[in-house]
């Protein structure tokens, strides 16, 4: 068995391969259940989790990501509020063939889906990137959207401002055109990015441009958020997955109880954008939103990737 560690395992996972290695597994699809999520007790935090994400193509490959998500441990330098591991088999015989660093697997992939669709969803020439959080998923994102975006100034916001200071300082060490951020408003920006572990809205429909692009990507439980319903409402919405939306993503899950949108507010998933059966963006000015959740399926086309690359 091969053991990729967060170096190898990101040098194997270039953007544009990436990228397109979602792409294509998002239109061949493969089985992949919603992921199996179990309460993780914490002494100085409400609750974490341990999230089990299993996904195979039959006779291909097999693989299953363990994460464990432990919020308390940003009080901590030096620890990670996410750790997992990915274990790649066989899909005939069962063979362990890769562990991969789960946590890397995930960063990429989840920017990689973001920018996936982003190509449908934003606009081309959009130049002005807000950054919410300061983790290894928002500096991910933001070397993912560099990649594809003529971006001309990315802004970065976090609730601990000192982190904020430390990722613009990286990106701009890196040669992208960061900048800390005065507030977490979305107004004026093309695309406005999250990536945080918020419970409560850091992003208002009220204050949201014309045109603007929300890309949310926390918010992987019912009882989480970063968005308002007003914003919600406001924007044509799609998920990464229709099933996993409407079961897990607290933005939608928490807009459809509060009676801001329902069910029908899905425009399309990215099954959809990716095989063609939506086109995605219709304006310059439609507002969209792209509800990011995690599909196993994205960390299945990732460690695929990463196994074959020579």
């Not at 998002?26 to 989790?49: D, I, M, V």
């Not at 916001?157 to 890196?174: K, T, Y």
């Not at 425009?267 to 439609?286: I, M, S």
Request: glycine share 8%.
């Amino acid at each position: 068995m091969r053991f990729m560690d967060r170096a190898e395992t990101a040098a194997r996972l270039p953007w544009p391969a990436l990228i397109e290695a979602l792409a294509a597994m998002f239109r061949e699809g493969c089985a992949a259940p919603l992921r199996h999520r179990h309460p993780l007790p914490q002494n100085e935090a409400k609750e974490g989790s341990l999230l089990l994400m299993p996904a195979w193509q039959a006779h291909r490959y097999t693989g299953v990501k363990i994460v464990h998500v432990t919020p308390a441990n940003a009080n901590t330098p030096g620890l990670q509020a996410v750790n997992s591991v990915y274990l790649l088999s066989h899909g005939e015989n069962g063979q362990p063939l890769a562990l991969l660093d789960g946590s890397t697997v995930t960063d990429r992939r989840t920017a990689a889906a973001s920018v996936l669709a982003a190509g449908y969803l934003a606009r081309p020439e959009s130049e002005r990137l807000l950054l919410l959080g300061s983790g290894k998923v928002a500096h991910a994102l933001a070397e993912a959207y560099s990649t594809r975006f003529p971006l001309k100034e990315i802004r970065v916001w976090s609730r601990r401002p000192e982190s904020a200071r430390r990722l613009a300082d990286r990106l701009r060490d890196e040669g992208m055109p960061a900048a800390v951020a005065d507030s977490a408003s979305p107004a004026g920006f093309d695309i406005v990015s999250a990536a945080t572990l918020a419970t409560e809205p850091l992003l208002f429909g009220a204050e949201l441009s014309p045109g603007t692009h929300v890309d949310l990507v926390g918010a992987f439980r019912p009882d989480m958020r970063e968005s308002d319903g007003a914003l919600v409402a406001a924007c044509s919405l799609f998920p990464d997955t229709r099933t996993g939306g409407l079961a897990e993503a607290g933005d939608i899950v928490q807009a459809i109880a509060e009676g801001a949108i329902d069910e029908n507010h899905i425009v399309a998933d990215l099954f959809d954008l990716c095989r063609g059966t939506h086109k995605g963006r219709a304006t310059q000015q439609e507002k969209t939103l792209f509800k990011s959740v995690g599909w196993a399926g994205e960390d299945l086309a990732a460690a695929v990737l990463a196994y074959e690359t020579p």
